[in-house]
Structure formats: structure tokens, C-alpha cells
């Protein structure tokens, strides 16, 4: 594997709360390399969004900080830049898609002036130039008659259409990371696919390296080449696409493959119960000593109530943090 | 426990919206539903699935009586329910009950859970006091809900407990059919296997009838006996689920197949498969002809004339497309 383009080391979130302090991030490592598409998979409340926001280091603060850890961008450190330098990085080095585009564009700017702000920012563009490369990325993202559309508002466009003007404001100025955090949640499933094929398009011929949000374990069959599954601000596996779904080695895993009721080519006649995870993901202010997925745990065993497992190999790049797993 | 025999018929179901006088023209007419008919035999779950504007929750919001019919029939065993005026309606309406998406916004937060499952036999003054309580009583055990929890607002339950409130609020004036709209697509996944469980065990034990709407294939799937696929207000091809997902006729049944990320495929095989171009039309300027056509890839010139009939192509197997 080359050098990683991104590297997040041992981050450590914290937010302090009416409850006590709640550690959303514990600990965490992911790396992503250039031309590479990492999924982040779990429920919500395990962390994957509050991931997605340090690295953007737009974690709100107070209440929030990052405890300890390190986020580097190709060997630069993010964490601990100044707020000017962040803007810097953000737009220009990494890219971030969210979840529901009528509320993250303004609805007082035509699609087109808010594509091309962030080219001016970055790039002391001309407002001509930035305009045109506007258009330019409309046309990229496949709006037809991008210069008409360029002048729309976002009222004006469609759930699918306005997703494609966050995706082309993401990539206006070529970032070298693009976080799209569950970004086809509020599409229909045709739309959804549509923009699935435009993100591998686009990477194809940039190279960006992707970092998927999501909770859907078969977008990240389609799109991602490696995956880490969050639980309670936990990184608890780590590994490739192929054998994180195909071999899944922690039991969290285990139970989000099989309680989602998958499409079946060819369903079988008799209706089985699914498979339940019972219970729900714990408030992070009182998580025990022990691993954290214990209370929910069909194979706990009492080392688990005692100590939290650590991340470790249970085969080659395959990284599991379970007691259990790999025995 | 045996079905009750009351099957739910639909006829010819139409919802328009608009269409009346504005301030300088005449507004648009939505064509929301249009010409929708299907039969659910009791103790059976009926799916309808679809993208927005399709016209699915508009269908069900119909048969609940909800938004007014503009033509058409529903029946319910022996009750016209699109024929019933307002106090008839009102006594009716323990026979069907609905559960809705967001189990958060569709419980009042100032009423404490066991008022919220009580207000239906509050309202239709079904038993004295003492039994309405014991049932509120049973119903938290049948959803899998613990007694104390009774005293609780909805803000202190989590979203798959608030869906058990919502499954058991419904439940509580004894219905033959509860119309499902979307009631797991705003859980998470691992709770989602929890609610369609229960559902399903609550189905069994009390020969419910189910209506079904939702967008996520692999659940309706799961739970639904027959399945409609809806499409700009009209069903575009109807079967059971076993016949439907295995050999699916309409070429938006099949896009819609080959749209859904599946956890077998991979990064590469993904690009061989129908894709849509483009979003739904608007139900305001309905197309002529077949209405999926501008964005069929199979769409021939007669498909922009003729309007294709849902008939039937296999016996329990129907589908509306000229070409087939």
C-alpha cells in the first residue's frame, strides 16, 4: 500500500455535556490513500459524522475538542491550525458532501455563484473565470443545459439535481480528499444510483480519494474498496471490502450484514425472523470499562465486561477489536 | 388466530389535488393517484413501492380517509369506507388504523405513553376505565414495551421504542387492517430487524391485515405477500413477492431492481445494469401515452401515444407496458 494521502492517528474527541463527558471519538485510526474510496459503516451515534467533522475541523467548540491525536494531510498536521488556515485546507484540500442538500446550500444564491465562491477563495479567481468553471462543473456532474441551470436557485432543482451542485461545489477546486457523508440518504433509490455511478466517474478520472459515510452495507459493497465499522466512537473493524462482508470477524459486524433485509435475486418461499441485534447503542457518557458493544453482545464472554479490547490483525490487514473474534 | 374475513378492495382509486380557481388562473390539477385497484385478502400484507410522487402515500392516506377521494371505492369486509360520512366514519375507524414514518412528530410530546396508546379508546369510548387501562396494559407487553414505562413522555424513548408506541397505539381498538407508511425507514438499521419482527409476530397472533408503503425493496421483500410497484399514480406491474423479484416484467420494476446497492455485488459488476436517466416527470403535465416512457430505455414511438393497460401476463401476475 503507498503512503496514505490522509492519516487520522489515535484521535481522541471529547464533548462535555450536562451528563459528564462523553468521549465521541475514541481513539481512532483510518488512513486513506490517493485514489481510494474508504467506507465508514455503523449506527447512528457511533461516531462516523463526528469522524467526518475533525478532519474538516469543524468540530463545534465548545462543547467539543480533540482531546488527543493527529490528522495529517499528505505529512501535514491538521490538528491545532488556525481557523484562516483551516479555511485554507477545507474546499481547497478536502471537499465534504452532506447529507441533505436543500439545507446546506443558500437558498439566496444561485447555484452557479456558490460553486464559484469557493473557486474565487481558493484560487483568487476572476468572477468571470469562476463562473465559467462553474458551468464547467455543472457539466461535469451532468446537470443538462448547465449554463441555464447555473443561474437556478436551489428551489428550483430536484433532490437528485441539487446533490449534483453539492458534489460539483465538493469538487470545484480538486481536492485531494472528498468526504461524502451519507450523501444519497434523501434520494430515491434510481437517483441514489445515478449519483453512485457520477462519484466513481469523477474519481476515475481525478483520483480523489473518497471517504463514504453510511449505514447501508451494500453502498459501501458497491462503491468502497476498504471499511471501517464504527461502534460508540470505536473503530471495532477494519479491513478490506472483500473480507470485511465476506469474513466478518466481530459480532457488531456479524449483526448489521444480517439484520438488514437484503434483496434477494431470488427470495426464498419461506419467511424466516431476521436475526436481531437486541437493544440500542448506549449513551457515550457512561460506557463502562468493558467493550462498549458488550450489553448487546451474543457472544460476550466476562473478559468483555472487564476491558476493552484492543484493535489487533486476526488476518493480515484485517483488523478486529473483539475479545471473542479470531479464538 | 384465523384471519377475520375482511379483505381490503380497492377500485379504481383517484386523488387529485388543486384544480380549483386561483387569484389569476386556474391551478394546476395534481394527479396524485390515478386509477389504482388491488384487493388484499385478510391476514395478508400487501406492499406498495415507489419512488417520491409516486402517489404510495397518497394511496394510503386515502384508504385511512385522510385526504378525500376524488373517485373510486374502497371496502373493508363489509364496510364502503370511501362511502362513509363523518360520524360513521369516526365509529368505522377502529376497524383501520395507520402507523406513521417518523415516530417521533406522530406522538403528541405533552401526553405520557400510556395516555397516547389510550387516546383511540378514549376517543371512540370503547370499555369502561378499569378495561381500557388493563388493555393499555397488555399492549405494552404484546409490543414489547415494560409496564413502568407507562408513565414516560415519547422524548424519553428511542426511535424503535416510539415506533412500539406508535404499532401499539394502533393496535389498541382491536383493527383488522393497519396501513404501514414507511414504519422503519427513519430507524436505524439494526432496530429496523426489531420493529419488522415484531410486526410480523404481532401479524401472526392477530390475523392482521397489512398495507405496506415503503421505498426500501429489501424490506418490502421481507414482510409483503404481494407487491405493487407504483409509478406517477398508477401501479405499473403487480405479483407476489416471490414472482416479482424473480422475474420482473416492467422495465421500471427492473431499473428499480437494478438501483438497490446489494451486499453480493461489487465494485465491478455494478456497471452492467438498466440505469434511469433523469427524475420522475411532475404529476402536473402528465405525458401521453405510457408515463414512464421519457425515461424508459426501451421506450418505442408507440409508447409516447398509446396508454398501456395493466392486464395480466401470467395468472396473479399483472404489468401495464405495450411491449410486453
Known amino acids: 500500500m503507498s503512503a496514505p494521502l490522509l492519516s487520522v492517528d489515535d484521535l481522541v474527541v471529547d464533548f462535555s455535556t450536562r451528563a459528564g463527558n462523553a468521549r465521541v471519538l475514541d481513539h481512532v485510526s483510518l488512513e486513506v490513500t490517493s485514489g481510494e474510496v474508504l467506507g465508514i459503516v455503523g449506527e447512528s451515534g457511533c461516531g462516523k459524522s463526528m469522524t467526518a467533522l475533525s478532519i474538516m475541523g469543524l468540530v463545534p467548540n465548545p462543547p467539543g475538542k480533540v482531546t488527543s491525536g493527529s490528522i495529517r494531510l499528505e505529512g501535514r498536521e491538521l490538528v491545532g491550525l488556525s481557523e484562516a488556515e483551516l479555511c485554507e485546507v477545507r474546499g481547497r484540500d478536502i471537499g465534504m458532501i452532506f447529507q441533505e442538500p436543500m439545507s446546506s446550500l443558500n437558498p439566496v444564491f444561485t447555484v452557479g455563484e456558490q460553486i464559484a465562491e469557493s473557486v474565487r477563495l481558493h484560487e ?10 462553474a458551468v464547467e462543473m455543472l457539466r461535469a456532474v451532468e446537470i443538462p443545459e448547465p449554463e441555464l441551470r447555473a443561474k437556478a436557485y436551489p428551489h428550483q432543482l430536484s433532490g437528485g439535481m441539487r446533490q449534483r451542485v453539492m458534489i460539483a461545489i465538493a469538487l470545484a477546486c480538486r481536492p485531494r480528499v472528498l468526504i461524502a457523508d451519507e450523501p444519497t440518504t434523501a434520494l430515491d433509490a434510481t437517483v441514489q444510483a445515478q449519483i453512485f455511478d457520477l462519484l466513481q466517474d469523477l474519481q476515475t478520472e481525478t483520483g480523489t480519494a473518497i471517504i463514504l459515510i453510511t449505514h447501508d452495507m451494500g453502498a459501501i459493497a458497491e462503491l468502497a474498496d476498504r471499511v471501517a465499522v464504527m461502534y460508540a466512537g470505536r473503530v471495532v473493524e477494519k479491513g478490506t471490502v472483500e473480507t470485511v462482508l465476506s469474513n466478518p470477524q466481530h459480532p457488531y459486524t456479524k449483526g448489521l450484514i444480517t439484520c438488514v433485509p437484503h434483496l434477494e435475486p431470488e427470495p426464498p418461499m419461506l419467511r424466516e425472523p431476521l436475526p436481531e441485534i437486541p437493544g440500542v447503542v448506549p449513551a457515550l457518557t457512561d460506557l463502562g470499562k468493558g467493550c462498549a458493544f458488550a450489553p448487546r453482545c451474543l457472544e460476550r464472554i466476562a ?3 472487564d476491558s476493552k479490547p484492543p484493535l489487533k490483525a486476526t488476518t493480515g490487514p484485517h483488523l478486529t477489536a473483539c475479545w471473542v473474534a479470531g479464538q | 388466530m384465523e384471519p377475520r374475513n375482511s379483505a381490503l378492495v380497492v377500485e379504481d382509486l383517484k386523488v387529485h389535488f388543486g384544480g380549483g380557481r386561483g387569484l389569476f388562473a386556474t391551478k394546476p390539477t395534481v394527479h396524485a393517484v390515478d386509477g389504482v385497484s388491488f384487493t388484499v ?3 395478508q400484507t400487501f406492499g406498495i413501492v415507489g419512488e417520491s410522487g409516486s402517489g404510495k402515500t397518497t394511496t394510503a392516506l386515502a384508504i385511512m380517509r385522510l385526504v378525500d377521494v376524488t373517485a373510486g371505492r374502497v371496502t373493508l369486509g363489509d364496510t364502503v369506507i370511501s362511502d362513509l360520512d363523518k360520524e360513521d366514519l369516526r365509529a368505522a375507524r377502529r376497524q383501520f388504523q395507520i402507523v406513521f414514518q417518523d415516530p417521533y412528530s406522530s406522538l403528541d410530546p405533552r401526553k405520557r405513553a400510556a395516555e397516547i396508546v389510550r387516546e383511540p379508546l378514549d376517543l371512540m369510548q370503547i370499555g369502561t376505565r378499569a378495561e381500557r387501562d388493563a388493555r393499555v396494559t397488555e399492549l405494552f407487553g404484546q409490543v414489547g414495551l415494560r409496564p413502568e414505562q407507562r408513565a414516560l413522555f415519547p422524548h424519553q424513548f428511542s426511535g424503535g421504542q416510539r415506533q412500539r408506541l406508535g404499532l401499539a397505539r394502533a393496535l389498541s381498538t382491536k383493527p383488522d387492517l393497519i396501513v404501514c407508511d414507511e414504519p422503519v425507514s427513519a430507524l436505524d438499521v439494526a432496530i429496523q ?4 419482527n415484531l410486526m410480523a409476530r404481532l401479524q401472526q397472533e392477530l390475523g392482521l391485515t397489512y398495507l405496506f408503503i415503503s421505498h426500501d425493496l429489501g424490506v418490502v421483500q421481507h414482510i409483503c405477500d404481494e407487491i405493487a ?10 405479483a407476489d413477492r416471490v414472482t416479482l423479484f424473480t422475474n420482473p416484467q416492467h422495465p421500471y420494476t427492473k431499473a428499480l431492481l437494478a438501483a438497490v446497492p446489494m451486499v453480493h455485488s461489487n465494485k465491478r459488476n ?3 445494469r438498466i440505469r434511469l436517466k433523469g427524475d420522475p416527470p411532475s404529476p402536473v403535465d402528465l405525458p401521453n401515452g405510457c408515463r414512464f416512457a421519457s425515461r424508459c430505455p426501451l421506450a418505442e414511438s408507440r409508447c409516447h401515444e398509446q396508454t398501456p393497460e395493466l392486464r395480466e401476463i401470467s395468472p396473479g401476475h399483472r404489468a401495464a407496458c405495450l411491449l410486453l
Do not use: T
Not at chain 1, 124 to 133: E, H, L, T, V, Y
Not at chain 2, 193 to 196: E, G, P, S, T, V
Open chain 2, 270 to 272: 455494478r456497471r452492467d
Open chain 2, 193 to 196: 430487524a426489531q420493529i419488522l
Open chain 2, 41 to 43: 385478502p385478510a391476514g
Open chain 2, 229 to 238: 410497484v407504483m409509478y406517477l399514480g398508477q401501479i405499473v406491474e403487480q
Open chain 1, 303 to 305: 473478559q468483555c465486561d
Open chain 1, 124 to 133: 483568487n479567481a476572476s468572477p468571470k473565470a469562476a463562473m465559467a468553471r
